[in-house]
């Protein structure tokens, strides 16, 4: 899977820097990030990678974000069951 320059990480540590008081484990900074970075890479789509290529990487990028809605509460039901708190 194509990285477009590590943009995603980049992003996340913007983030975090920008906000330290966020959660860096917390999935709410996570898919805000990946949403800011397919929005912004579909607005920018870099001419040197071919779209077969950069809608693979979007697929790939956007797939666990949705898994980690779609299982929302049964990953907060884990993360209770482990004793750890859910942001």
């Known amino acids: ?3 477009f320059q590590g943009a995603c990480c ?3 540590r913007a983030d975090l820097a920008a906000h330290p008081d ?3 484990s917390g999935a709410p900074v996570l898919i805000a990030t990946i949403d800011r970075v397919v929005t912004w890479v579909e607005a920018n789509p ?3 990678i ?3 290529a950069r ?3 979007r697929a790939g990028r956007v797939a666990p974000r949705d898994q980690i809605r779609t ?3 049964s990953i907060r039901a884990q993360r ?3 004793g750890l708190e859910n942001p």
């Open 71 to 73: 299982e929302a509460d």
């Open 46 to 48: 870099p001419a040197s």
């Open 50 to 52: 071919p779209a077969a």
């Open 55 to 57: 809608q693979s990487t």
């Open 10 to 12: 980049a992003r996340l």
């Open 22 to 24: 966020l959660d860096p």
């Open 80 to 82: 209770t069951a482990k």
């Open 1 to 3: 899977m194509l990285c």
